[in-house]
């Protein structure tokens, strides 16, 4: 009974989880302190002009700032594109939808579910699901304005404030990126993938020229193959590549590695001949 009682595994901590969850989201990888930096100094940029020019809802102008930036330039202005699109039908459903209904409770009220309910399949039907929240968003946040005990021209102004809001915070954002991008034009996947390559091109140099590699170069090459691709595949992952963009530098990547691993091989190899341990081959 003693041994059957010891065998037994200890239950997992009923917030075990919660620390893996954290720790797999808040992992550091390349670029993501930049991303961090351009995001709060997009949603700062965007708090301080709605303030200055008191721009109703700029409160969700700053939230969309810390939520559309993307790793690279193309992906956050394909993001805004579909935002402000998005947007616009939104405000010109719940405009249209005011016009015809709002003077009728009961067909208000019909309204109103029959746009949720809209909403809500768009969600779990179209392939483009930052669309459909962005629609559902905006007419989440004007339904309780169309609701008040307010002039018409009111609740009019403040959708269409609504909608220029979170357009001036996009617009804001994707300028963040474009002046980073000039600031700073380099890939980061790109330059990792060129990086490994120029420490096996000087490996080879080093061949052709029968000169031992120095301890620099040699460690380098050894740490890359050790590191592996992880690093750029989760660059991959997490960049909004085209598909087929994605496919090519994946190949290249898996390449990249192999030369890595066979260039540590003979990074290895030289040294050991360099220091009589094995005959030259």
């Known amino acids: ?16 989880w919660f620390g893996e969850f954290l720790k797999e989201e808040l992992a550091p990888y390349p670029g993501r302190g930049a991303l961090v930096a351009r995001m709060v100094t997009a949603a700062t940029l965007v708090m301080i002009i709605s303030m200055i020019f008191r721009i109703p809802y700029g409160a969700y102008g700053a939230v969309y700032a810390l939520t559309i930036s993307r790793e690279n330039p193309e ?4 993001a805004v594109r579909t935002i402000v699109i998005a947007f616009v039908l939104a ?10 209904f709002l003077d009728d409770p009961v067909l208000r009220f019909l309204w109103v579910i029959g746009i949720l309910f809209t909403t809500f399949y768009a969600l779990s039907a179209m392939t483009n699901y930052a669309a459909a929240a962005r629609f559902g968003y905006l007419v989440v946040i004007t339904i309780p304005l169309w609701d008040r005990h307010i002039p018409a021209e009111l609740r009019v102004e403040g959708t269409l404030w609504a909608v220029a809001a979170i357009t001036v915070g996009s617009v ?23 990086e490994r390559l120029a420490r ?6 080093s061949c052709i020229e029968t000169r031992a590699l120095d301890e620099n170069t040699e460690q380098q090459i050894t740490r890359l193959a050790m590191v592996g691709t992880s690093r750029l595949r989760r660059i991959l992952q997490r960049s909004a590549y085209s598909p087929r963009y994605a496919e090519q530098m994946s190949a290249v990547v898996a390449l990249v590695a192999e030369v890595s691993a066979a260039g540590a091989c003979r990074a290895l190899l030289i040294g050991a001949i360099v220091a009589n341990e094995l005959p030259a081959i």
Do not use: C, D, F
Request: aromatic fraction near 6%; glycine fraction near 4%; avoid cysteine.
């Open 75 to 78: 992906a956050t202005v394909k």
């Open 1 to 16: 009974m003693a041994t059957l009682v010891q065998s037994v595994p200890a239950s997992p901590r009923p917030w075990a």
């Open 172 to 194: 804001i954002t994707v300028l963040v990126e474009l002046v980073y991008a000039e600031w700073r034009p380099e890939n980061e996947l790109v330059r990792s993938v060129a």
């Open 91 to 100: 405000a010109g459903a719940v405009l249209a939808g005011a016009l015809l």
């Open 200 to 205: 096996v091109e000087h490996l080879l140099n």
